[in-house]
């Protein structure tokens, strides 16, 4: 049995990176009508299993992180998908928050929900092939926002989350996200990131996670999207790397990216130019979900006939990040 150690580094080295394609029932349920399919149980079985059968995936992705249907759905062929995904070289991860709720005391903010009986559900998840997990904050930046409140809220329960998982034997990947919407300008992306990204690591050590046994998955520090002033790719990758520099320490073995709106191509170029920012303590990789799989759901719309072309157009996602890498 691999040690936490052992797959957090095999989840970010070797050029591959995760595919989230934990989407809960109701984001996925409106992908799919976003296509114009039927938001069915067994539509979204049918569009996991398209993307866990995309031929050669192994060579650029080493994780799918799978939602709790997910986990207990099986494929075609009667394999389920943890073990299908082991017979193909990927692992196997979990989603274990309960989604982002209104926090009492700041309203317009959110903290993401799940804690209670983790500890029984990791062992579930664990019995059933997962080895690692996932939870994901999500924190706004508006006028007056992040609130210290929100931002503490949503660390401790990160750290909660990240602990419990490495006490029951999955590596955490620990997502705090700063989101895209807003007007606001790359140099406040910056600012919260770097404070949402100290109060994290404080948290982690109070709640003694074992750093070389987690994987974060931050934001790209990219301006608002509303924002009039964009900055170009280098600037966002400096940038990047400069607030990971400052507030990321080096035992933990990687950073994989989520995309949070980005394009394909850009969240691309993003973590290409990265990789050219100086020598780095940590790999840099990716744990994109729609800017991998978007191309992928838009080709395939529910039809049959273009259930090839679709698993191609991941195919073409997942190595042009392998390769940016
Ligand atoms: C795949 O979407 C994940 C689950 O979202 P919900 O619980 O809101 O349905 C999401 O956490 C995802 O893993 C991250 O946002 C990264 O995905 P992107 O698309 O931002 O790369």
Request: aromatic share 4%; with cysteine.
């Amino acid at each position: 049995m691999s040690t936490l150690t052992e797959i957090a580094n095999t989840l970010v080295s070797n050029r591959r990176g995760v595919l989230a394609a934990d989407e809960s029932i109701g984001t996925m349920s409106s992908r799919l009508e976003g296509v114009g399919v039927k938001a069915t149980d067994e539509n979204r079985r049918v569009y996991r299993e398209l993307i866990v059968t995309t031929p050669d995936l192994a060579e650029s992705i080493s994780g799918i992180i799978l939602a709790d249907d997910t986990m207990r759905q099986k494929l075609s062929d009667g394999r389920s998908f943890p073990d299908a995904l082991a017979d193909m070289g990927i692992l196997a991860g979990i989603k274990v928050d309960t989604g982002a709720k209104p926090l009492a005391g700041a309203p317009g903010e959110k903290v993401t929900e799940g804690l209670d009986g983790l500890r029984e559900r990791v062992a579930e998840y664990v019995s059933l092939g997962a080895t690692f997990a996932k939870w994901r904050a999500v924190i706004t930046i508006s006028k007056g926002q992040p609130t210290e409140r929100a931002v503490r809220a949503n660390v401790h329960a990160l750290a909660r989350y990240a602990g419990l998982c490495q006490e029951g034997g999955l590596v955490p990947i620990v997502e705090p996200e700063v989101l895209m919407d807003g007007d606001h300008s790359l140099a406040q992306c910056q600012q919260v990131t770097r404070a949402v990204l100290r109060t994290l690591f404080d948290e982690l050590d109070l709640m003694q996670v074992k750093l070389d046994g987690i994987v974060l998955k931050p934001n790209m520090v990219v301006a608002g999207k509303d924002c009039p002033e964009q900055p170009g790719v280098e600037e966002v990758a400096q940038t990047t790397v400069d607030t990971l520099r400052d507030t990321v320490p080096s035992s933990v073995p990687g950073i994989a990216f989520l995309s949070g709106g980005q394009s394909p191509e850009t969240a691309t170029r993003h973590l290409g130019a990265m990789q050219n920012c100086g020598e780095l303590p940590w790999e840099l990789t990716y744990s994109f979900g729609r800017a991998l799989v978007g191309p992928a759901l838009e080709t395939w719309r529910g039809e049959e006939g273009k259930w090839k072309d679709a698993q191609r157009a991941l195919s073409v996602r997942a190595v042009a990040n392998a390769a940016a890498r």
